[in-house]
C-alpha cells in the first residue's frame, strides 16, 4: 500500500502510525494492507458486540431509511425507547441523552451544582478521585484528577478537590472542609490503569453524600453497560448513585451518552437549563436499544463474568512466568496487566503481532476485548501477548 502521512493534516492530538484500518468482523479488524488484527481494544472499550454486528447493522439501516436527524426540539420513537428502557434497567428515573462521555459528565457537573443551588449559591464544591479520568472539556477535566491532562490549560474550574480512592479518612477530611455539590467517583478506574472502587469506600460515599445532601455521582462510561459482568457496575456493590454518567457502549459505535438521574436531581431541572442539538440521535438511539437489549441478557452477563475470570487466570499465569508482569486486575472483562516497564512498547509490539490492546496509566496494559469474545480468541490474544514478552 502507498504510504500516507497521517498526521500532515492533523492538529496533532493524537499519535497514529500504520495502516489505516478499513474493514472489522467481530472481534477482528483488516487494515489497507490486509494485515487482521485480534481486537482487543474495542475502540476504546465501545464496540462491546465486536464490529458488524448483524443486529446493529441492520438498526442503523432500518433508522436511516426513515429519519436521520430532527434535533431534541421534537419527539423521536428511538429517543424515547433508550430512554425508557434505561429506565426500566437501571435505578433512574430519567435520562439526559447526549453525544459522548464528557457531555455526560459536564451534565452531571451542571445539574448537581443547580440541585445544590437550592440550599446555597456557596454549595458548588465538586469532589473527585486521583487516577480518575472523566473527559476533556472544562468541567470534567477539572473534575479529571491526573496532572499530564492539566498542563498547560489552565486555569481549571473553580471548586474541584481530589482525594485518593479507597482512603476514606482523607476523603471526609476535604469533605468536612467545603460545601459539596457532588461527588463524582469512576467505581473501576479505566483510563488510569484498572483501579476498582472498594465496596466499602463506595458505602461510605453514599453515606456521607445522603446525610450532607451531595449529589453521588457514577461515571460508569467505560465500566458500565455490562463490560464488568453485570449491566450496571454499581449492582455489584449494591451502592446506588444519584446520577450515572455513561457513553462509550451505548451507541454501538455512534456517538451516544446519557445521564441517568433520579427523580429528587432531575426535578431541579427546568427547560432551557440545559441542551444539544446532536443528542440523542435516532440513529444513535437505535443502536443504543439494540445494544441495550442484548447486553442486559442474564445468560450473557454471567457469560462475561465467566470470560473475565478466564482472562485474568490466564494473565495471571503469564504473570508468574514473567516477572516483567507487576500485578493483573480487573472486573469482569475490564482487565488490567500492570508491567514494570513502559506499556507503550507492548501496545507496539502486539499491534505489530496482530493484536490490538491500549495502555492506561503510565504502566498498564489494558485488555478490552469486545463482550462477544470466545475463550478460543482469549488464548490466541494471549499467546501473541506472551511472543511479545519472550
Ligand atoms: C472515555 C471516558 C470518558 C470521556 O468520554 P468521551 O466520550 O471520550 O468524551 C469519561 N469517563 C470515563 C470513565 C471514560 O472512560
Given at each position: 500500500m502507498k504510504k500516507i502521512d497521517y498526521n500532515k493534516f492533523f492538529v496533532p492530538t493524537f499519535s497514529r502510525t500504520g495502516a489505516a484500518l478499513v474493514k472489522g468482523k467481530g472481534v477482528y479488524l483488516y487494515d489497507a494492507d490486509g494485515k487482521k488484527y485480534l481486537d482487543f481494544g474495542t475502540g476504546i472499550a465501545v464496540n462491546a458486540l465486536g464490529h458488524a454486528h448483524p443486529a446493529l447493522v441492520k438498526a442503523l439501516t432500518d433508522q436511516a431509511n426513515k429519519l436521520i436527524h430532527t434535533s431534541n426540539l421534537y419527539i423521536t420513537e428511538p429517543h424515547i425507547e433508550l430512554a425508557k428502557l434505561l429506565v426500566e434497567n437501571s435505578f433512574g428515573k430519567k435520562v439526559f441523552l447526549c453525544n459522548s462521555g464528557t457531555e455526560a459528565i459536564e451534565a452531571a457537573i451542571k445539574f448537581s451544582r443547580k440541585f445544590a443551588s437550592r440550599k446555597s449559591e456557596k454549595k458548588y464544591h465538586i469532589l473527585s478521585f486521583f487516577n480518575g479520568f472523566h473527559g476533556r472539556t472544562y468541567g470534567a477535566l477539572s473534575a479529571t484528577a491526573q496532572e499530564k491532562f492539566h498542563k498547560g490549560f489552565g486555569p481549571l474550574l473553580e471548586g474541584f478537590h481530589y482525594a485518593h480512592l479507597n482512603d476514606v479518612k482523607g476523603t471526609k477530611k476535604i469533605l468536612d472542609k467545603h460545601k459539596f455539590a457532588a461527588i463524582i467517583v469512576e467505581p473501576v478506574q479505566g483510563e488510569g490503569g484498572?483501579?476498582?472502587?472498594?465496596?466499602?469506600?463506595?458505602?461510605?460515599?453514599?453515606?456521607?453524600?445522603?446525610?450532607?445532601?451531595?449529589?453521588?455521582?457514577?461515571?460508569?462510561?467505560?465500566?458500565?453497560?455490562?463490560?464488568?459482568?453485570?449491566?450496571?457496575?454499581?449492582?455489584?456493590?449494591?451502592?446506588?448513585?444519584?446520577?450515572?454518567a455513561i457513553a462509550k457502549p451505548l451507541g454501538g459505535g455512534l456517538p451516544l451518552g446519557g445521564l441517568?438521574?433520579?427523580?429528587?436531581?432531575?426535578?431541579?431541572?427546568?427547560?432551557?437549563?440545559?441542551?444539544?442539538?446532536?443528542?440523542?440521535?435516532?440513529?444513535?438511539?437505535?443502536?443504543?436499544?439494540?445494544?441495550?437489549?442484548?447486553?442486559?441478557?442474564?445468560?450473557?452477563?454471567?457469560?462475561?463474568?465467566?470470560?473475565?475470570?478466564?482472562?485474568?487466570?490466564?494473565?495471571?499465569?503469564?504473570?508468574?512466568?514473567?516477572?516483567?508482569?507487576?500485578?493483573?486486575?480487573?472486573?469482569?472483562?475490564?482487565?488490567?496487566?500492570?508491567?514494570?516497564?513502559?506499556?507503550?512498547?507492548?501496545?507496539?509490539?502486539?499491534?505489530?503481532?496482530?493484536?490490538?490492546?491500549?495502555?492506561?496509566?503510565?504502566?498498564?496494559?489494558?485488555?478490552?476485548?469486545?463482550?462477544?469474545?470466545?475463550?478460543?480468541?482469549?488464548d490466541k490474544a494471549l499467546s501473541i501477548f506472551e511472543s511479545c514478552l519472550k
Open positions: 484498572i483501579h476498582c472502587a472498594e465496596t466499602g469506600f463506595l458505602r461510605f460515599l453514599r453515606d456521607y453524600a445522603t446525610k450532607n445532601d451531595i449529589v453521588l455521582v457514577f461515571d460508569e462510561i467505560q465500566c458500565g453497560m455490562g463490560r464488568t459482568g453485570t449491566l450496571w457496575n454499581y449492582e455489584q456493590h449494591k451502592v446506588i448513585p444519584d446520577l450515572m441517568i438521574c433520579n427523580e429528587k436531581v432531575a426535578s431541579s431541572i427546568e427547560p432551557g437549563n440545559h441542551g444539544t442539538t446532536f443528542g440523542g440521535n435516532p440513529i444513535a438511539c437505535a443502536l443504543g436499544c439494540e445494544v441495550l437489549k442484548i447486553v442486559s441478557n442474564k445468560a450473557f452477563l454471567k457469560n462475561v463474568i465467566h470470560l473475565g475470570a478466564y482472562l485474568q487466570g490466564k494473565l495471571q499465569v503469564l504473570a508468574e512466568k514473567y516477572p516483567i508482569i507487576k500485578d493483573v486486575r480487573g472486573e469482569g472483562l475490564l482487565v488490567g496487566a500492570e508491567l514494570k516497564t513502559d506499556p507503550k512498547e507492548y501496545v507496539v509490539k502486539c499491534k505489530n503481532k496482530g493484536l490490538i490492546v491500549i495502555s492506561a496509566g503510565s504502566n498498564t496494559l489494558r485488555f478490552l476485548p469486545p463482550l462477544i469474545v470466545t475463550k478460543k480468541e482469549i
